[in-house]
């Protein structure tokens, strides 16, 4: 569809709808290995004593997927478009995810999670490039909290799904919810900034992945703003998805439930979605924003880590608390979006929460083998203490963007 002249006030339009949707099937998907983990090994015969090596190594073969598809979805997105580039992923996810409920050994498995990745990969940076282009500079904000605290509750539904259905069933759900949002893509239309440098700045290379790291000054904000977003996904694929295996270090007096855990966790993620997107539009600042839910995500990792002989109700608390510091997800993607031009907005937008996510990897890594050294416990604190030393350093360098006008080019 074509896209508008002007751009739009509104937060509750269409494209923020169908990138909300989109991201909402997105998570339910993403998140949906780590809750139904355990049964799904299970039902495959992984023995007990392997649950959390072929966990992790599942987890490694879908954030390999989303490293590779966030670079090239986001150059396809600066090169051929938004919109085709967002539904195509949606259509590539859900599929892989109905296959997914196929599986029956665990190389099937693997395969089928990094492609169901690789699609994964592009529909948040595509819609938040897309959020971000067709919304004035004052209320844009407003949009992308939206598209994040909407998105992320996808991972309630996942819960509610596989607590209800089998593993198999739970899959299918998903990957039929994905296919179904495809038949919104006739009311959706195509970035207007897009088109303009697309038909009157034909000279400007688009999509150039490598022109990130031949500017010295381009590539430290590239990366900074990679490490911004790294202390998310140590909290969940850390102390969320392993916290059955925390729990049992920290003497917590219950049980805890993986998927359980998840579902909390992402409660407290799609308040503080809302909460930080809002601050930020409030404050008139990301940067501020940011700061302020680092300093809770100490605050609550600390809490984590003290919790020894707490009762499992306490953990699942503090579990959400932990969500609801880490919901600035929305702010953070916004304020890799802001931070580049035109064309090479998608590119950068889809690949940093994909090396985000792809942090994981370094950091199963590091837990493992710091493991050995030591106890789980102890190289969680390592870890944890890392991740987020390095993200107040990189807030510290990124520019404030709350009112830059995005309508510009990298040369």
Not at 4 to 15: A, D, E, G, S, Y
Not at 74 to 99: C, E, H, Q, W
Not at 157 to 172: E, K, M, P, Q, T
Not at 362 to 373: D, M, N, W
Request: aromatic share 14%.
């Amino acid at each position: 569809m074509t896209s508008p002249n002007t751009t739009l006030k509104n937060p509750f339009n269409i494209v923020v709808i169908v990138a909300s949707l989109g991201y909402f099937v997105d998570i339910y998907d993403l998140i949906l290995f780590g809750i139904v983990r355990v049964p799904s090994l299970k039902g495959i015969g992984i023995a007990d004593d392997q649950l959390l090596e072929k966990g992790i190594y599942l987890l490694n073969m879908q954030m390999i997927g989303m490293l590779l598809g966030g670079i090239l979805w986001g150059i396809m997105g600066d090169k051929k478009g938004r919109l085709p580039v967002l539904f195509f992923t949606i259509a590539l996810y859900s599929i892989a995810n109905i296959a997914n409920g196929f599986v029956t050994n665990i190389e099937q498995y693997a395969l089928l999670r990094f492609f169901a990745g690789l699609g994964l990969a592009g529909e948040l940076g595509i819609g938040i490039t897309l959020v971000a282009e067709v919304m004035t500079k004052e209320t844009r904000g407003y949009g992308t909290t939206l598209v994040s605290g909407i998105g992320i509750a996808g991972a309630v539904l996942g819960f509610l799904v596989a607590d209800v259905f089998n593993w198999r069933i739970a899959y299918f759900v998903g990957g039929g919810l994905g296919l179904l949002l495809l038949f919104l893509r006739a009311f959706v239309y195509e970035s207007g900034m897009f088109e303009k440098t697309k038909e009157t700045h034909k000279h400007i290379k688009r999509g150039n992945f490598m022109s990130l790291f031949t500017n010295r000054k381009r590539l430290m904000k590239y990366i900074f703003c990679i490490l911004i977003g790294v202390p998310v996904w140590f909290v969940i694929a850390i102390l969320v998805i392993m916290s059955p295996e925390f729990s049992k270090a920290l003497n917590i007096n219950g049980p805890i439930v993986g998927g359980a855990a998840i579902m909390w966790h992402y409660v407290g993620a799609s308040i503080g979605s809302f909460a930080t997107g809002l601050l930020s539009q409030w404050l008139k600042s990301r940067r501020k924003a940011l700061l302020i839910a680092f300093i809770f995500l100490i605050l609550f990792t600390l809490i984590y880590f003290s919790s020894y002989g707490f009762s499992s109700v306490s953990f699942y608390i503090i579990i959400a608390l932990l969500g609801m510091a880490q919901g600035y997800w929305a702010v953070f993607i916004t304020i890799a979006s802001e931070q580049f031009g035109t064309n090479l907005r998608a590119t950068v937008t889809t690949t940093v929460p994909n090396f985000v996510r792809g942090a994981t990897i370094p950091i199963t890594l590091a837990i493992l083998f710091l493991k050995q050294k030591f106890d789980l416990l102890t190289a969680g604190i390592i870890v944890g203490t890392v991740c987020i030393g390095l993200a107040l350093i990189a807030l510290h360098y990124l520019e404030e963007t709350f009112h830059k006008d995005l309508d510009y080019h990298e040369e």
